[in-house]
């Protein structure tokens, strides 16, 4: 059974910095895709930046510069290093893995429970 464990949210002021972290576990063999997408109340959720097993990475308009995804395949954690933070970046963020091979051989998607970013003007 793989579960998804995000960290790293809460409160900053506008200009300051997070980093979010997203651990899987269980019965792993590999991940293809990581991600962060993001979603406030009456939206829909959206991909903030992703990154493939082999490193490529793709970002948001509104978050290029500013964010930053990295991913440790030995310990199957995406990053999302958040500076130069605005209000616009206020949301629920939430991890996502998908490909995830389990060592039965079943290729499954998965989400994180999601972690609160604020960030007060």
Do not use: H
């Amino acid at each position: 059974q793989v579960q998804l464990v995000e960290s790293g949210g809460g409160l900053v002021q506008a200009g300051g910095s997070l980093r979010l972290s997203c651990a899987a576990s269980g019965s792993i063999f590999s991940i293809d895709a990581m991600g962060w997408y993001r979603q406030t109340p009456g939206k829909q959720r959206e991909l903030v930046a992703d990154i493939t097993s082999g490193g490529s990475t793709n970002y948001a308009d509104s978050v290029k510069g500013r964010f930053t995804i990295s991913r440790d395949n030995a310990k199957n954690t995406v990053y999302l290093q958040m500076n130069s933070l605005n209000p616009e970046d206020t949301a629920v963020y939430y991890c996502n893995m998908d490909g995830v091979v389990t060592t039965t051989g079943g290729v499954y998607l998965y989400w994180g429970q999601g972690t609160q970013v604020t960030v007060s003007s």
